[in-house]
């Protein structure tokens, strides 16, 4: 089962989470699972969703971190997607639609050393990769976010669930 707040504590204390600025990520790629976003916005604010992302894309620019986001094929906000693209390529942001979940494509780009990190708020995506960055509690006011980098061999098994195993996702569409 994968304990969500356990995991979370797990790795504070035992130092695997480090406070870090938007800054620290300059001059990389940062994949972003889109749909968190997403699902954060919708929660507070669902009429101004455009407005708020496009806000939030600006402050990653500013920082000079390379965003790339990656939408779920089969989200539950697939019906602003339209919307998003044009969004995206008026700002020049690239953006991938997963074969099947963007944890998964998310993770792939990093093991193939396309992205630096993985902006989320989806623990498991720490579980999914192995040593490299993932960026969560991120906050846009004050530009400061939470840096956790973990072997999976270093993390009990308790916080693993058991999944079935997706479809080979060489089908990715970059949309343009």
């Known amino acids: 089962m994968n304990n969500k707040r ?57 920082a000079g971190i390379r965003p790339v986001f990656v939408l779920d094929r089969f989200s539950k906000y697939i019906w602003t997607y339209e919307n998003l693209k044009s969004l995206f390529l008026k700002m020049g942001v690239p953006y991938l639609i997963a074969w099947n979940s963007a944890d998964e494509l998310c993770s792939r780009l990093i093991r193939e050393n396309k992205a630096h990190a993985v902006m989320t708020e989806d623990f498991d995506l720490v579980l999914l990769l192995d040593n490299s960055p993932v960026l969560m509690k991120n906050d846009f006011k004050t530009s400061s976010l939470k840096e956790i980098k973990i072997r999976k061999s270093k993390i009990p098994a308790k916080f693993f669930w058991k999944r079935k195993k997706m479809k080979n996702e060489s089908h990715i569409h970059r949309a343009e």
């Open 6 to 62: 356990g995991l979370f504590r797990y790795l504070q204390k035992n130092g695997y989470v480090r406070d870090k600025n938007f800054t620290d990520y300059s001059n990389k790629t940062v994949c972003i699972d889109l749909s968190i976003f997403l699902h954060q916005i919708f929660a507070k604010i669902p009429k101004f969703y455009l407005k708020i992302l496009y806000f939030k894309i600006k402050k990653l620019l500013a």
